[in-house]
């Protein structure tokens, strides 16, 4: 199993950008894909997790303004984030797991190396 994460970079406080990871070696069907985030000195929290039958979930602090998805093959997870904020600024990775989304690090398996998001 294999996770790559792409699409970090450095943007202003009101811009978008987008993530995607690509997923290897997971069978999509019954496979959950999450994407945390961790800032310097803080914990790894949760930002979105999609499973294979397409439900999403969010975290409260990027409703709205983050979508997930995942093309027809469900081989790629992409992360469209939108008025990005200074407080979003940190390294992003996805994560997978078998079975139900849950919003915690601690029930995923398989993680990418991360992307940095740095938002001014």
């Known amino acids: 199993v294999q996770l790559v994460e792409s699409g970090g970079d450095s943007v202003r406080a009101g811009e978008s950008l987008a993530l995607s990871c690509v997923v290897s070696?997971?069978?999509?069907?019954?496979?959950?894909v999450a994407w945390f985030r961790q800032a310097p000195g803080k914990e790894r929290e949760a930002v979105a997790t999609?499973?294979?039958?397409?439900?999403?979930d969010f975290a409260d602090s990027v409703k709205g303004r983050f979508t997930i998805s995942q093309d027809m093959t469900k081989t790629t997870v992409k992360l469209q984030m939108s008025d990005l904020k200074p407080e979003d600024t940190a390294t992003y990775y996805c994560?997978?797991?078998?079975?139900?989304?849950?919003?915690?690090?601690?029930?995923?398996?398989?993680w990418g190396q991360g992307t940095q998001v740095t938002v001014s």
């Open positions: 999609i499973h294979g039958r397409g439900e999403t």
């Open positions: 070696g997971y069978p999509h069907s019954g496979r959950c």
């Open positions: 994560a997978a797991k078998s079975g139900a989304c849950v919003m915690s690090a601690t029930f995923y398996g398989f």
